[in-house]
């Protein structure tokens, strides 16, 4: 006999649980409205080099994570790891490029990467992210970071830290890789074959590595804003100055490189400070990119965006008790008749009163009122509406209220707004 379950590394989501990741991307998609941001939703499935050209072929995500296949036309093609080269590929092959001003974008779905299975980590998981092209500006930075901060308020969230770090520009990065390559050449024999192959091919990946994370030579590593180019930390300081001028708390980490090659200058992750297994995992990450569309198309087009984890922000909302919006929503009620002519009536009602956004529950199989009223309490109703023949005829209904146990007399025309209260 086969046995059924789910894939390991995925989730189920049902009922309440998928109505909360649901309201988690409706609440962030009206937040990203806010700074005019518009919705794109792009294939689960992209070309392989969409992504092994922008994430960086000798990222984690690239060399061990995605999962890639051929299709039948012999195509190499890829679940997609993450949101940003995606939409990068939207943009470019609409040519928004052409357009003037910003072009500002909201994705929200699911993503795919093999990774070893632990708390808040998952192969299928759901980001919601934002991406913004077409310009240059530490105050831009500045609002993307508002913006991702607007969005973790918004579910009441207080338990994390932003933390901050510039990665510098073009010439710094080119500094501070040369100077990583002669320090991590000393003890490279110590660490992991991955990082031997990083150590020529990104030595900034190595600060990234979770074989030798506790790696004294990793924790003594050069400190990349000693690298930084006057530009770079004029920047950086306006972004923080700009922070402060929001009343934004923010931690500069100097450890916070980033684990994708499109990354450039400001730089900056929501963490989670918590007492469980969630504590440390970044709710929020994001960057600048300004050398991405240049890299793909010819194209000098900078950008900037962030991405959310789903389930991540859902977790953490549960934990600081925000009140989910949907759980307002009216209890179902259960139309209870008293005969086969009134299970008709029961029909049209129905009909009705869900034409008026009202659940409505019917035993569709029984006229006992033994069995409907253990219907009403199986599904919770708070109103039980009983139509027999009297009701039938003077399209007044029997309403009981189980919360109260009260019971009243109430008009066709007078129901929906009796129910809603």
Not at 136 to 159: E, H, M, P
Not at 181 to 189: A, N, T
Not at 341 to 355: F, G, H, P, T
Request: aromatic fraction near 12%.
């Amino acid at each position: 006999m086969a046995i059924y379950q789910k894939a390991k590394g995925t989730q189920d989501f049902y009922d309440i649980d998928a109505k909360k990741m649901d309201e988690v991307c409706a609440k962030a998609a009206k937040v990203a409205s806010t700074y005019g941001c518009k919705y794109l939703k792009t294939p689960i499935f992209e070309h392989a080099e969409v992504f092994e050209k922008n994430v960086g072929e000798e990222s984690d995500i690239v060399s061990k994570e995605m999962y890639t296949f051929k299709d039948k036309g012999d195509r190499l093609m890829t679940l997609r790891p993450e949101g940003t080269a995606a939409v990068a590929r939207f943009f470019i092959e609409n040519k928004l490029y052409a357009n003037p001003g910003l072009t500002k974008l909201y994705y929200y779905g699911p993503m795919f990467r093999y990774e070893r299975q632990q708390a808040g980590r998952y192969r299928e998981f759901n980001q919601f992210g934002i991406e913004f092209y077409g310009q240059s500006s530490y105050l831009l930075d500045v609002d993307i970071i508002k913006c991702a901060y607007d969005i973790v308020r918004a579910f009441n969230i207080k338990n994390v830290v932003l933390k901050i770090n510039s990665i510098g520009d073009f010439n710094s990065r080119a500094n501070y890789s040369k100077a990583l390559k002669e320090y991590f050449s000393k003890y490279i024999d110590s660490m992991c074959e991955d990082c031997k192959r990083r150590l020529n091919a990104n030595p900034m990946r190595i600060l990234d590595c979770k074989v030798d994370a506790n790696n004294p030579a990793i924790k003594n590593a050069p400190n990349i804003k000693d690298y930084l180019t006057e530009e770079s930390i004029t920047y950086f300081n306006n972004v923080l100055k700009s922070l402060d001028n929001l009343n934004i708390p923010y931690v500069v980490d100097d450890n916070l490189v980033r684990g994708l090659d499109y990354y450039t200058d400001t730089v900056f992750e929501f963490i989670i400070q918590s007492d469980d297994a969630l504590n440390g995992l970044a709710l929020v990450a994001g960057g600048k990119y300004a050398n991405m569309i240049n890299s793909m198309c010819g194209v000098d087009v900078p950008g900037i965006g962030f991405a959310l984890g789903v389930e991540r922000l859902k977790a953490i909302a549960d934990q600081v008790g925000y009140k989910w919006d949907f759980i307002n929503d009216l209890k179902p009620v259960v139309i209870m008749a008293l005969d086969d002519e009134s299970k008709q009536e029961s029909m049209k009602l129905a009909s009705i009163l869900r034409a008026n956004d009202i659940q409505i529950e019917i035993d569709y199989s029984s006229i006992s009122m033994k069995s409907q009223f253990k219907l009403a309490e199986r599904v919770n109703a708070k109103y039980i509406i009983i139509i027999g023949e009297e009701e039938r005829n003077t399209k007044i209904y029997t309403v009981k209220n189980t919360e109260n146990r009260t019971q009243e007399k109430v008009k066709l025309e007078d129901l929906v707004k009796y129910i809603r209260g």
